[in-house]
Nanobody
Framework: QVQLVESGGGLVQAGDSLRLSCAAS????????MGWFRQAPGKEREFVAA????????LYADSVKGRFTISRDNTKNTVYLQMNSLKPEDTAVYSC?????????????????WGQGTQVTVSS
């Protein structure tokens, strides 16, 4: 049974940093690309970042490029999202997801397992 558990969210001020973690279990983690998505109240789910199975390829939404960094540790079955220079518009529930295969994608329908999400709130 595939499980994804996020942690690391919280309430921070604009300009601060947070590091989200997503611990995976129940599958061969290193075979799959992973992604982070977010959803703010009243808004559609939005792609944030993705990383290939090896970690050598990454993809970012324009809104976070240069501020967020996705990484993974296949020995720990964990994917991370380092978020720097946070803005109030980054406030959302952040969820990690497992891709259907090893190739990275920004499309939510290419992901078939999702975590429960962790709240990130950035105050101005």
């Amino acid at each position: 049974q595939v499980q994804l558990v996020e942690s690391g969210g919280g309430l921070v001020q604009a300009g601060d940093s947070l590091r989200l973690s997503c611990a995976a279990s129940g599958h061969t983690f290193s075979r799959y690309a992973m992604g982070w998505f977010r959803q703010a109240p009243g808004k559609e789910r939005e792609f944030v970042a993705a990383i290939s199975w090896s970690g050598k390829s990454t993809l970012y939404a324009d809104s976070v490029k240069g501020r967020f960094t996705i990484s993974r540790d296949n020995t720990k079955n964990t994917v991370y999202l380092q978020m720097n220079s946070l803005k109030p518009e980054d406030t959302a529930v952040y969820s990690c997801a497992r891709d259907i295969d090893s190739s990275i994608s920004s499309n939510y329908y290419d992901y078939n397992y999702w975590g429960q999400g962790t709240q990130v709130t950035v105050s101005s």
